[in-house]
């Protein structure tokens, strides 16, 4: 019986091992073109979409793009077959030293399996300057990674990136930090044995904080590319929490990969940035690409090709406001997912599925997949932070698409006043992508995006299994998980984009930003990240009309131009235009009366306009 028990075994492990499909299999970073091609692929109707869960690997990437390159005649013009040519043929390695690409890659057989080593460089630098206020942004950074596989059935990436930034900050005003205090109770007396009130807590150092912009960048599109801290020259053991001046830092990033039964279930252990749902990066409402990145394991499981089922969990990361060591307590928390995804393949989209920022503990029933993070968190009492999200989308192949996303924080469900409650923390999403015929790879966009109070935000909690109050926000490292705008606010985006040449790139945007003022005398309560979540059932939102409110209208036109066709390994990419800022307040303002809006430019909240200009290189791109 034994033998037999251990033959089976040894059978079984045979068959997978040979149907496994782990040859590169590693991810593709959310930045790389690959993406916005097979994008346009999927609106074209040439391809199916894959997996609304990104980055993809290597192996999706290439079979996608292959797809594309086999597509019908007509399906692409012959600069556009010529543009897939070229964004795949990267991915199809040659033995030896290529001095093109800046690695070094080597394969051979081991004990009958496959193993290769791939090892690489390359350099980034990002200038941007802002006029009239000559601030200054710069980020610098060279990148060592070494890949691999280990055998058919495993894949692995190990990536640092290291280098020097000076990016200019300019203080806006004072945000004071809300503290949650449920009107129904008493304030809190400073005793945690204390009953007959709900606990708040006061972080030192942090009920007053200060607000600052970054007027080198266009609004809202800078994300920190250091980990915990950076490293002045005159301080360079310490860990500070901003390159004001010029400062060292660092980035790491790794991964496991393995895929099983013909790559129908992949799992993934790694740390990177991460964009789910089936928008274009950087849209999603819940798991966005401009978020973050953080450790964590992850899986998904394609039963069907209609049917694709994902989860996820991972350790979220502290946001430094002034050191390593001070500041790190209310940050200790955990982040899962789950995820259900129907796809026809065509013409239909439909995801669901929920979010839970938990504190650290030993809790597997987040952790396991198959639970359900929305009842599970009632079960155990209600400590944490659940969010619920989904999307739809239509698609007319050759045509256009067009989609709706919603991402619910915690809502009071009463019809007659569901609108005007602070207490009804939601974000939701809208938009039309259509194919531009006239320009290789263009696409026209029309997006409107808005984030409703204190969404993402969250009051601090103390669990019976930790003690110390945990900022359970939809944070990671003190920026949103989620869409990158504030709570309090919306957004218009309009946008023109073409590969018009197998070299070069082209986009031209417009965006209107509306944010309620994060600091000030007019400030707008929950219009920031650091507000707490609101328990006054009765306390209400007038947005544009409750404060002091900034208008951005953004202006700006970009491209990039690779010089790789001339056997030459440098990207060029720069983008300028103009930001012009406006802000209103409510005319009955202090009155604490409902009223309508009008200009306001004084010295606290100034009108202007600013030009911004950005250039950037890529060695080894």
Known sequence: MYQKRVFFLLSLLLVLTSILAAQQLNSVPLGHLAYNIIEMG???????PPPSVKPWSELTITRKLREMLDAPPGKFSSKELEIIAGVLAPFERKKGLDYKEGRYYGEKPLAGQHISLESGVNWESDFSVNAPDSKIGAVNMGELYIAGDMGRYLSWNFKGRAGFYSIGRKQLGLHLDPLYIDPKYGAYDGNPNSKGHTYYYDIPDQSWSEVYSLPAYFPYTFSKQWEAGVFAPEDIAGYGSWPEKFAFGYEIFSELNTALFNNLMQLRFGRMRRDWGPESNNSSLFMNGQARPYMAIEGSVIPYSWL???FLTGVLEYHNTSNQWTDADPFQNLFSLTYLEFDTGKHFHFDFGSATIWPKRLELGYAFPLNSNFFYQGNIGDFDNLG?????????PGLFKAWGSLYIDEIRPVLGSFLSLDRNMYAYQGGIKANVRLLPFAAFTVRYTKIEPYT????????????VP???AYLNNGESLGFYLPPNSDELLIRLESLFRPEA??????????????YGYGMVDGSSLRDKIVKDDNSEKYFLRDGVYQWDHVFKVGGSYSLKNQNIPLSLYAETGLVVTRFTINNNFGSGKEGD?????????SAGTDFIFSLGFKLFP
């Open 505 to 518: 790139s082209a986009h031209l945007q417009y965006q209107l930003i509306r944010h309620g003022a994060d």
């Open 456 to 467: 993402y935000t969250h009051e601090y909690t103390e669990t019976p299994w930790n003690r």
């Open 388 to 396: 619920l999200f989904a999307d739809l989308e239509f698609r007319w």
């Open 597 to 605: 809006y009008e200009p306001v430019d004084n010295a606290e909240y």
């Open 308 to 310: 694709r089922f994902s």
């Open 470 to 472: 945990s900022d359970t």
């Open 42 to 48: 999927v609106l074209r109707g040439t391809i199916t």
